[in-house]
């Protein structure tokens, strides 16, 4: 593993036996930006109010403060930002030195991301999403209650551990997380450039 270079968040403590939470929904820029690059076959595809619930969830604003992350007892935090939650689990973990293990399955998405991302063939995990953190805590269940009180969605998707690898489990399997790719939004934001 190769050292990433990076300013740390918070107390900067990321160790091994930590619980990894993600607060908030992934995607949701990702999602504004689908809106605005594609919003004439959003609205072919999905019904009014389904469209306005869309562009709703993209919008809102998840209100996470320094005093709420101290609540939560985030020794270290991550954006997610540029490239989505693979992203920034692989640059945490780097920054660190430090192995992580995490479920796919257990990071919150919003359905309207879901669906987006069906219609246009995009991975949600791979997408910047605004107003997200993931953090490494000593308690995964009390942060998720103290963000799931102020309105949060959150979930303990995985551990820090000893070691470099970097797990991500699945469904009955469990691989390697890949170096990150560039942010899938950019399969919609470069045609509608293209065709510009």
Do not use: H
């Not at 300013?7 to 091994?16: D, H, L, M, S, Y």
């Not at 995009?122 to 107003?131: A, D």
């Not at 691989?175 to 560039?182: D, N």
Request: aromatic share 6%; with cysteine; glycine share 10%.
């Amino acid at each position: 593993m190769r050292k990433i270079e990076r300013e740390p968040n918070g107390a900067g403590i990321f160790r091994p036996g930590q619980d990894l939470v993600v607060a908030g929904t992934v995607g949701k820029n990702g999602v504004k930006a689908a809106l605005s690059a594609k919003e004439k076959e959003i609205s072919a595809r999905f019904p009014e109010w389904f469209v306005k619930r869309i562009r709703e969830q993209a919008d809102k604003k998840s209100e996470l403060t320094p005093e709420m992350l101290n609540a939560c007892g985030a020794g270290e935090w991550e954006e997610i930002s540029e490239g989505g939650i693979l992203a920034a689990l692989w640059a945490i973990s780097g920054a660190y030195e430090q192995g992580i293990s995490f479920e796919l399955r257990k990071i919150p998405v919003a359905q309207e991301t879901i669906e987006i991302c069906e219609l246009f063939d995009l991975n949600p995990y791979r997408l910047s999403s605004g107003e997200c953190l993931l953090m490494a805590v000593e308690n995964g269940g009390d942060a998720v209650k103290i963000l799931s009180e102020a309105g949060i969605p959150s979930a303990v998707i995985g551990k820090v551990e000893k070691g470099i690898a970097r797990k991500m489990v699945g469904i009955g399997t469990t691989g390697f997380l890949e170096r990150p790719a560039p942010d899938e939004i950019r399969k919609l934001t470069d045609a509608v450039s293209e065709k510009e």
